[in-house]
């Protein structure tokens, strides 16, 4: 069975599981087709990371990537090191363009790995504390090392991926400046991790785990996390107005001020965790 994945003009977030369809043959062919999309968001950008590396990388199979028709955005892409960071063997429809210039709103795709995910970590921290106020900076880059430290030595996975980026338009509403993170791998998933700590989880369904994680305190590793990860991000989350998403396993939960929505959804390896911050300068 080969994987389709279509995207429609935006590739965000919200309209990601929409995009994919399974093929009934036996090729095992990932295909991605970005040739109708306008705009792909850093969540979609680190979910086809990790869904492209996972089947060429770990299964060896074959992937093809279909680039956008648009220029700017297969430049964006480039900016990001999307194409930088796909699998070797990935077999394009034209030559991706090569770029030189990082703009400093964007922080670019880096791949989490035992060898230099700490320094992946160190620049995304870097790249968020001076859009912080300073008395809410040091809590919410300390969650943030945390979830991405977890990435990296706990949740067994080889492949992991972290970006940011920082807007200045409003957007559905969302207040300009608007600020986006996102850190995902392919490892063992929020689930199967608390199971470590306490085997009744497992009776859970993924987006139960999910919910269970965002609490204060929740943790695999007592004496190692504090368990003030996600549940950090999402206290900053509701406090500058932004929106939450944890994809895990079969799960997904949304929360935006005060709202939760609980989904289950297509399987995928890992987890990916995505935290916007509307306005971060000022609370709303």
Do not use: W
Request: hydrophobic letters at 40%; proline letters at 5%.
């Amino acid at each position: 069975m080969s994987i389709l994945i279509k995207s429609p003009g935006n590739l965000n977030q919200e309209t990601f599981e929409g995009a994919a369809t399974f093929v009934a043959d036996r090729s095992e062919l990932l295909v991605v087709d970005l040739r109708s999309c306008i705009f792909a968001d850093i969540y979609a950008m680190v979910t086809l990371l990790t869904i492209t590396t996972l089947r060429a990388e770990r299964l060896g199979h074959p992937v093809r990537l279909r680039l956008p028709n648009s220029r700017s955005t297969t430049t964006y892409l480039a900016r990001m090191r999307f194409f930088q960071l796909l699998p070797e063997g990935v077999q394009y429809d034209r030559e991706p363009p090569t770029v030189t210039e990082f703009p400093a709103h964007l922080l670019e795709l880096s791949r989490l790995n035992i060898q230099d995910g700490e320094r992946a970590i160190d620049k995304l921290c870097e790249f968020v504390a001076p859009q912080l106020p300073v008395r809410f900076r040091e809590g919410f880059v300390v969650a943030v090392a945390e979830i991405g430290s977890n990435v990296i030595f706990h949740s067994q996975a080889d492949i992991g991926f972290t970006a940011g980026q920082r807007y200045e338009r409003n957007y559905r509403g969302r207040l300009a400046p608007r600020l986006h993170l996102v850190v995902g791998d392919a490892g063992i998933g929020i689930k199967e991790s608390l199971k470590i700590g306490d085997a009744e989880v497992g009776q859970l369904t993924d987006k139960e785990a999910i919910a269970i994680a965002l609490q204060p305190g929740t943790t695999s590793k007592p004496g190692v996390h504090s368990g003030v990860g996600l549940s950090t991000v999402r206290e900053y989350a509701d406090t500058f107005g932004g929106v939450l998403r944890i994809r895990s396993g079969y799960g997904s939960v949304m929360e935006r001020q005060g709202l939760i929505v609980k989904r289950d959804v297509p399987g995928l390896p890992g987890t990916i965790v995505s935290v916007e911050l509307c306005s971060p300068g000022r609370r709303r």
